[in-house]
């Protein structure tokens, strides 16, 4: 927890209004103390201070959607991909996330942590201040826990605020192929309880051929009597319902949403649940971007997200995932980098980050720009001349 004084800030987004120019911010104990115009900043004598020389500050990124924990490598079915197989093609023939379950069963927990944290790390330098991570590469109880546990320990060995989601709802795991009924209910009976001290949320794969939306509704009905709060992965592959079970359960957060309609928008918007948006997928699998600027003008909360995951986007950088967002998916920039800032922290139920203001926290990014416009004008540059977690300038 840092004690920082920020000055020379050349433009400041707050997130609460218009940007400011010529600013400085406070932190005193990792909490804000002061944003706004230079002149009438604070002197704050003991902290550490930065000149950013007229560089741009943002709120740090809250990434709300990543499979961050996994093993094995899956680059020849992207190789697949590019010459015209399909994402179902692949899994049909051994691929797509049964492969990464079975690299991830034989994998030891310290081999998990050692590839997670290297990736986190990554993230860290390129702006990320706080993540969400899903298990869903184990789908027996042991090896979820062990993601679990995995997830939680980059919270405490990084400095990166971690929240946790279970997705033992992935897929069917291999050997209930012929039994799916006895995986739910596993899943309900055993794997739910047992995993819910280690889990924020519960999220289940919603698609023709994985799970459906009646299956959905029972595990996640059963995660809640244990307080996990739902997210779902909806309209991922086509358009399935997801999207309205996440609103009639009161979801916090449908994911992915690249099918869904301007009813799915509404009601969406309506239940106030979070539309989680993971262009990195959409751009790898070459599929038609989420309707964004639907979902926004609908009144959703909208988030943006890596989905870093090895099968549909090993991406781990928010920067580009705003650049498709604006490029590919038609959002501003104002709002890409607001959904991927406080858009984020709101579908992880996080009220005190994503802005910069008096008592929020003090994490945040001085970007090596004259303004945050050059996120998505400028995708390949890694802009981040700075990340500040709590008040403190990480080494990167
Ligand atoms: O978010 N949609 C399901 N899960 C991942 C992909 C998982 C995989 O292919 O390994 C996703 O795209
Ligand atoms: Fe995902």
Same mark, same amino acid.
């Given at each position: 927890?840092? &004690? ?17 120019? &010529?600013?400085?911010?406070? *932190?005193?104990?990792?909490? *804000? ?75 030891? @927990?310290? @081999? ?44 405490? @060995? ?25 995986? *739910?209910?596993?899943?309900? &009976? ?79 918007? @309506? ?84 802005? *910069? ?10 970007? &090596? ?28």
């Amino acid at each position: 927890m840092g &004690d920082l004084l920020l000055t020379g800030i050349g433009h400041l987004t707050t997130n609460t209004g218009d940007p400011v120019s &010529d600013a400085a911010v406070a *932190i005193e104990s990792g909490t *804000i103390t002061y944003a706004g115009p230079a002149r009438d900043a604070p002197s704050q004598g003991e902290a550490d201070r930065i000149d950013c020389e007229d560089r741009c500050v943002i709120p740090g990124f809250v990434d709300a959607h990543t499979h961050l924990v996994f093993a094995g490598d899956r680059s020849d079915e992207f190789a697949r991909k590019m010459s015209g197989a399909s994402y179902q093609e692949i899994a049909a023939s051994g691929g797509g996330i049964h492969s990464t379950v079975g690299a991830t069963r034989a994998a030891t @927990e310290e @081999e998990l942590f050692v590839d997670a944290a290297a990736r986190a790390r990554r993230m860290i330098a390129a702006g990320t201040t706080t993540l969400e991570i899903k298990s869903g590469y184990g789908l027996d109880l042991e090896a979820e826990i062990r993601l679990l546990r995995v997830a939680q320990r980059i919270g405490e @060995e990084f400095p990166i605020t971690v929240k946790t989601t279970f997705l033992g709802a992935h897929s069917v795991p291999p050997e209930f192929k012929q039994h799916r009924e006895g995986y *739910i209910q596993v899943l309900i &009976d055993d794997m739910i309880p047992a995993v819910a001290p280690l889990a924020d949320y519960c999220d289940v794969f919603v698609e023709e051929g994985v799970f459906s939306v009646d299956e959905g509704r029972r595990i996640l009905v059963a995660a809640a009597d244990h307080n996990l709060g739902a997210r779902v992965h909806a309209e991922q592959l086509g358009h399935s319902g997801g999207a309205m079970l996440a609103a009639e359960l009161g979801a916090v957060s449908a994911d992915h949403l690249d099918h869904a309609t301007s009813d799915d928008a509404d009601a969406l918007a @309506e239940a106030g649940v979070a539309a989680v948006l993971v262009p990195g997928a959409s751009y790898n699998l070459r599929s038609p971007q989420a309707p964004g600027p639907m979902l926004w003008d609908a009144g959703c909360t909208v988030a943006l997200a890596t989905d870093c995951n090895p099968g549909t986007s090993y991406f781990e950088s928010m920067a580009l995932v705003i650049s498709l967002a604006v490029v590919q998916m038609g959002l501003t920039a104002e709002q890409a980098i607001w959904s991927a800032t406080r858009g984020g922290a709101l579908s992880l139920g996080l009220d005190d980050r994503g802005l *910069i203001e008096i008592g929020s926290v003090g994490d945040l990014v001085v970007l &090596d720009a004259p303004t945050p416009n050059h996120i998505p004008y400028r995708p390949a540059t890694n802009l981040v001349w700075k990340t500040v977690k709590s008040g403190q300038v990480m080494a990167v």
